[in-house]
């Protein structure tokens, strides 16, 4: 009488149980079976890793070739909303991927270079940020944005975009943490220039700055808009600005979760 080993519950492997010579072609077939068990199992956990990066990031457009930005000071990966977005933290990439100035240079380094606006004390990381890119960057300097009253002061040597002119823009890759409304808060110079956030490729918010301070060196903060974030994880905002204003920074405060 045949005993069916305990290891073979495959009815269709049975079938050929009687000698050893079956015993072993059992034996290997099972073998292959848990092989490719495991092999499938490998599969499935691969497919959900990319399931899951694709969740993550599923928002921003395919052919977005930009990246968060990072140096060698900077090593943070993408800004958090909420949270404060830097904007001259805008995107690795280049000139039509991550940005558009209208001049190749970086403006605000260049201008840097010239005699007094290398202030005395001022690392040469901030008065030459990201100077070999075309978005115009410099800072706040002592005889130029604090030497009269501001309605709110920036920070000292704070980095800000200047120079704008119509049609220009910079992408921040971010990431969502907690998907919802958003109050939209800046520190600005000068007047509004019809800036706008798009989310994703979209336009999401119309930012109005609503006071003129008079110069682009004489700061204020106020809220500028708002904006829904429905989607947790990266996400991409770009900012499109025209003539009219110095701008540093948006914070996104969380007003309405969803
Ligand atoms: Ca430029
Ligand atoms: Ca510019």
């Known amino acids: 009488m045949n005993v069916l080993p305990i290891y073979d519950l495959n ?73 404060r977005v830097e904007l001259e933290y805008y995107d690795l990439g280049g000139e039509g991927v991550a940005y558009h100035d209208s001049t190749i240079e970086n403006e605000g380094a260049k201008l840097n270079h010239t005699a007094g606006h290398w202030r005395p004390g001022v690392p040469a990381y901030i ?25 709110v002061d920036p920070r000292v040597n704070e980095l800000y975009i200047g120079w704008q002119s119509d049609s220009e823009w910079t992408n921040y890759t971010v990431y969502v943490n907690k998907p919802g409304k958003y109050r939209i808060i800046t520190v600005y110079g000068n007047h509004d220039n019809h800036s706008e956030l798009w989310l994703n490729g979209k336009k999401a918010a119309a930012l109005v700055l609503p006071e003129d301070t008079g110069n682009w060196h004489h700061w204020m903060q106020a809220t500028i808009g708002e904006i829904i974030f429905p989607t947790e994880g990266l996400n991409l905002i770009t900012l499109k600005y025209n003539r009219g204003s110095n701008l540093a920074y948006l914070d996104f405060l969380l007003t309405d979760p969803l």
């Open 11 to 83: 009815p269709e492997v049975s079938d050929t149980i009687g000698d050893a010579t079956a015993t072993k072609v059992c034996l290997k077939k099972l073998n292959i079976k848990k092989m490719i068990s495991k092999k499938f199992r490998g599969f499935v956990l691969l497919f959900l890793i990319m399931l899951l990066q694709l969740n993550v990031s599923a928002q921003i457009p395919k052919d977005y070739k930009g990246r968060p930005f990072r140096d060698s000071v900077y090593t943070g990966g993408p800004q958090m909303i909420p949270g």
């Open 127 to 151: 008065a030459f940020f990201r100077e070999n890119e075309g978005v115009d960057i410099s800072y706040t300097k002592d005889w130029a944005d604090f030497n009269h009253p501001n309605k």
